[in-house]
Structure formats: C-alpha cells, structure tokens
C-alpha cells in the first residue's frame, strides 16, 4: 500500500515558479510510472508529466521546457518544478504511483494540490 501526500501549491504571479512534492509512504518497488496530473474547473483530469522507473520521463506538449519532473529516492518524494508559469497552468495538481505488481495494477493517488497562477 502506497499513500502519496502533495505540497507546494499556492497563489503566484504569470512567470513565476513553483516546486510541488509528493510524499510517498509505502514502497514503490518493480515496474512503476511516477506521474503528475491536473485538472482545472470543468475540465478532465490530464497528464502533465510522467517518469518511469528507468527514468524516461514524458511531458505534455504545453509544459515542455517549463516543467521538470523528479524523483529523491532515498526520500521517497517526487517533484514537479514548474517554470515560467501561466495563468493557463492554474489547476489542482495530483500526484500517481502506477506499479505493475504480482497480482495486477496498482493505482495511487494524492489529494491534490492548488496551483492558481494570476495574470
């Protein structure tokens, strides 16, 4: 079992930046894809950027080059550092651990986070 715990949102000016960390608990061993999504007000829930366990990591089109997505292993954290933000951006950010286990897929999910970029 996995609980996955985001931070880091909050209010900030188009062109500014933000770190979002995930906080995992439990372990994340095997196959795995680390993964932030968003979604604003009315609208699906989207990939913003994704990690597997080897490293390869995968960006939307509208984040690339101004979004970074990390991993402390040690720390079990994840991280989204968003550059250059826009008022676009603004949503409710959430964190994903997918793992292949033996008995199938598992799928984890944070509380979400807000992140409100003003104009």
């Not at 930046?17 to 906080?23: E, F, I, M």
């Amino acid at each position: 079992q996995v609980q996955l715990a985001e931070s880091g949102g909050g209010l900030v000016q188009a062109g500014g930046s933000l770190r979002l960390s995930c906080a995992a608990s439990g372990s994340i061993d095997g196959i795995h894809v680390l993964a932030w999504y968003r979604q604003a007000p009315g609208k699906q829930r989207d990939l913003v950027a994704s990690m597997s366990g080897g490293g390869v990591t995968h960006y939307a089109d509208s984040v690339k080059g101004r979004f970074t997505i990390s991993r402390d292993t040690p720390q079990n954290t994840i991280y989204l550092q968003m550059n250059s933000l826009k008022p676009e951006d603004t949503a409710v950010y959430f964190c994903n651990v997918y793992i292949i286990g033996k008995s199938g897929p598992l799928d984890y999910w944070g509380q979400g986070t807000q992140v409100t970029v003003s104009s």
